[in-house]
Structures are given as structure tokens and as C-alpha cells.
């Protein structure tokens, strides 16, 4: 069975996790609620990767079943309410992953910074802002950057999914000029808007796997620089990296059908990325 663990895209959270829990053994209640707190991020973590796994592992069984005939000409297939939810179940869990890690992360800081930060990304970005929390730069203009960029509207997609609405548009599949088949399948554009009828969907296109992908690199990115700036020297011997600047991992490349067996192993080269290796 394939391990998907956060333990294996962050390796230096059990280091932290060491740390933060070493000094209160002699404190069963202690440890137990910091043991716990902390397993959270590399498990929602976790989630997520597998989840875009799952999103993969659904597309690529649905091309599969397809008679390739169907696909003669220009043919665009209109996918069932069956392939559809079977997508959307995997979205939705992305999502919930993702905004549990988004939460998560505090835990980490918190204790690595020995003061005492609110429990909800949102409300630890919008005290930020207020210069309401203990936190120096460049950490503090990190989290803000990441949310502003990223992190807020992937929260709106999580929120619209879990009060709302479902997220996700009609599905459909085709054959690309070079062969390959891809799917239509789309998240609205404007998340943050509450009433079902008034989401948009294709205006601009926001292709339902691609951002997957690339909402799971970012956070990913984001997490590793901000644990790994609490490392220090005598964690396990882990390398000191105090807060630089923000890691990058390039660009994407364009939509298809994917590979699920190659999202498996692109979560394990993100993580060699960010160690340098």
C-alpha cells in the first residue's frame, strides 16, 4: 500500500514534533493534547495528496471505460451524473484537506514562536493585519502573502462546498489534437459569491484538476518554508533555515487526463525540490 503520508513531503515536522512534545512526557495531559495538535498537519496534509490521487485515479478509469470509437471527429462526450459526483467526492475532500491544513500549520508556529496564535488561519491572518499576534518578519508578510494569494480563495472554494453548493460543473471528455484525451470540468470562478445561481463557470476557465495540483504545490511550498524556519540546529539534525524567502517550484504544465500513478510520485518530487535534492 502507497504511504501518503505529510511525514513524506515535510520530513522535518517530526523533528518539531520531538521538540514540541520531548519536554512534557512527565505531563500525560500535556502531551496528549500537543501529540495530537501536531498530528494534524502531516495527516491533513496527507489528505490532500491523496485526494488529488483519487481525483486522478477516478479520470483515468473514466477514459478507460470509454470505447475508443466514441471519440471519433471532433466528438466531446457529456460524462453522467455517476462520473461527475464520483470527481466531486474527491474535490470535496480535497478542499477539506487542504483548509484543515491551512489551520493546521498554526500549531507549529504557535509553539515554535512560544506565543499564543488563534486556531483558524483566517483569523490568525486578519490579526495579523491588525498587528494583533507576536510574529516577526519575515514570516508574518509570508502567511499574509500566501493567503492573499492563494490560501483565502481556496478557503471561498472550501466554505462554498461545505454550506452552499456543489462546486463543480458539468462533465464532459474529449479527444485533444495530439491524442490525448482531457476533460471538461470546471470550478466556479467567483467562489466567494454564496448564492448558487449566481456562480459562473467558464468565465475564465478554471479547470477543476489543474488547480488542484497547483493549490496543493502551493500550500505545500508554503508549509515546508514555514515549519522548516522553526528548525534548529540540535532538532535531529536538521539544517538551520531561518524564514528566507519564499521556495518556488516553477510553472505547471497543461490540462489532460493525468496519470494517477505519476501524481503519487510528483508529491515525492515536490518534497526532493524543496530539500534540494
Known amino acids: 500500500m502507497q504511504d501518503f503520508s505529510g511525514h513524506l513531503l515535510i520530513p522535518h515536522l517530526s523533528a ?23 498530528e494534524m498537519l502531516p495527516y491533513a496534509l496527507g489528505g490532500a495528496w491523496y485526494a488529488w490521487y483519487e481525483l486522478a485515479r477516478i479520470q483515468h478509469e473514466i477514459v478507460a471505460a470509454i470505447p475508443v470509437e ?17 470527481m466531486s467526492y474527491a474535490v470535496d475532500a480535497f478542499f477539506d484537506a487542504m483548509r484543515r491544513s491551512q489551520n493546521a500549520v498554526i500549531h507549529y508556529l504557535s509553539r515554535g514562536l512560544k506565543t499564543t496564535l ?7 491572518v486578519e490579526g495579523l493585519k491588525k498587528g494583533k499576534f507576536k510574529v516577526p518578519n519575515p514570516p508574518r508578510q509570508g502567511i499574509i502573502d500566501y493567503w492573499n494569494q492563494h490560501g483565502q480563495q ?18 464532459r471528455a474529449f479527444r485533444a489534437e495530439d491524442g490525448r484525451v482531457g476533460f471538461y470540468f470546471l470550478l466556479p470562478s467567483n467562489p466567494e459569491q454564496k448564492a448558487a445561481a449566481r456562480l459562473v463557470f467558464g468565465t475564465p476557465r478554471i479547470h477543476v484538476y489543474e488547480y488542484v495540483r497547483e493549490q496543493f504545490k502551493r500550500l505545500l511550498v508554503f508549509i515546508y518554508w514555514l515549519t522548516k524556519g522553526l528548525v534548529r540546529p540540535d532538532d535531529g539534525g536538521m539544517s538551520l533555515m531561518i524564514f528566507r524567502e519564499p521556495l518556488t517550484l516553477g510553472g505547471t504544465d497543461g490540462f489532460s487526463a493525468p496519470d494517477p500513478a ?7 518530487e515536490y518534497a526532493r525540490k524543496l530539500r534540494g535534492e
Not at 30 to 36: A, D, I, P, V
Not at 70 to 86: H, K, S, V, W, Y
Request: zero cysteines; aromatic letters at 10%.
Open 16 to 38: 518539531l514534533e520531538n521538540r514540541f512534545t520531548t519536554p512534557l512526557q512527565n505531563d500525560d495531559a500535556r502531551f496528549r493534547s500537543t501529540f495530537f495538535d501536531l
Open 70 to 86: 466514441q471519440f471519433d471527429g471532433n466528438t466531446i462526450l457529456g460524462l453522467g451524473r455517476a462520473e461527475r459526483d464520483a
Open 262 to 268: 505519476k501524481v503519487y510520485t510528483a508529491g515525492l
Open 154 to 171: 481556496l478557503k471561498h472554494y472550501r466554505d462554498l462546498a461545505q454550506h452552499h453548493a456543489l462546486i463543480t460543473s458539468d462533465a
Open 118 to 124: 488563534p486556531n483558524s488561519m483566517t483569523d490568525l
